[in-house]
Structure formats: structure tokens, C-alpha cells
């Protein structure tokens, strides 16, 4: 049980260090502005202005920590904001401030994002 709660937090650690550089924030809070539908990696260059090599090396970031989801269709890739995983890291980070003092819940706090 402890092993796989370390492991667990770990896997959380390594996501929010995947946010943690501001143009991967700024990635993250434009793909929630357009889910679910996603955008195309040409919009997210153009809206927030990063040189097109950056910005696929922050995207591929957020993708193998799975903050963001990537599908191809025909010569254009969409990304997406995986909101499932994101709002598994709400609740772990909400979980133990929240269950303690019987405040909130921390489901409380995830429908907040719905």
C-alpha cells in the first residue's frame, strides 16, 4: 500500500514538473479553453506566440505525462487537454487538506472544474 502510494505520488510530482515551465502552463490553460474539441498544434503556435521547435518540445512534455492528448487527422495533429488526468491530480492534491478537516470534499472540489 505504501509502495503504490509513492509510487502514485510520484507519477503526480512528475506531472506538475511537467507544468511547471511557464509555456507549458500557458499550453495546458489554452487547451482547457478549447476542450473538448482540442487545437491544432499551427493554433496554439499562432495564439501563444512560441517558435514552432519549442513548441512541439513542450507539447511532447505534457504528452508523455499525459496531460495532453494527441490524435492525427490526415496531415494535421490535434491536441487536447487530458481533463481525466488532470482532475486525478486535483483530487490527490486536494485529498488530504480537504478529507482531514471535513471542509470539502475533494469530489466537491472536481466538479467545481465541470
Known amino acids: 500500500m505504501i509502495r503504490e502510494e509513492l509510487a502514485r505520488t510520484a507519477r503526480f510530482a512528475d506531472m506538475l514538473a511537467a507544468m511547471g515551465a511557464e509555456p507549458r502552463l500557458r499550453i495546458i ?45 490526415g496531415t494535421y495533429l490535434w491536441y487536447r487537454a487530458n481533463t481525466e488526468v488532470l482532475r486525478d491530480l486535483l483530487t490527490f492534491l486536494y485529498a488530504e487538506c480537504c478529507t482531514r478537516n471535513k471542509v470539502i470534499t475533494p469530489d466537491e472540489i472536481v466538479s467545481l472544474c465541470n
Open 29 to 73: 490553460r489554452l487547451l482547457l479553453s478549447a476542450h473538448p474539441h482540442g487545437m491544432v498544434a499551427g493554433e496554439i503556435q499562432a495564439e501563444l506566440g512560441v517558435p514552432p521547435s519549442t513548441l512541439s518540445h513542450h507539447l511532447e512534455k505534457l504528452r508523455n505525462e499525459d496531460l495532453v492528448t494527441v490524435r492525427r487527422e
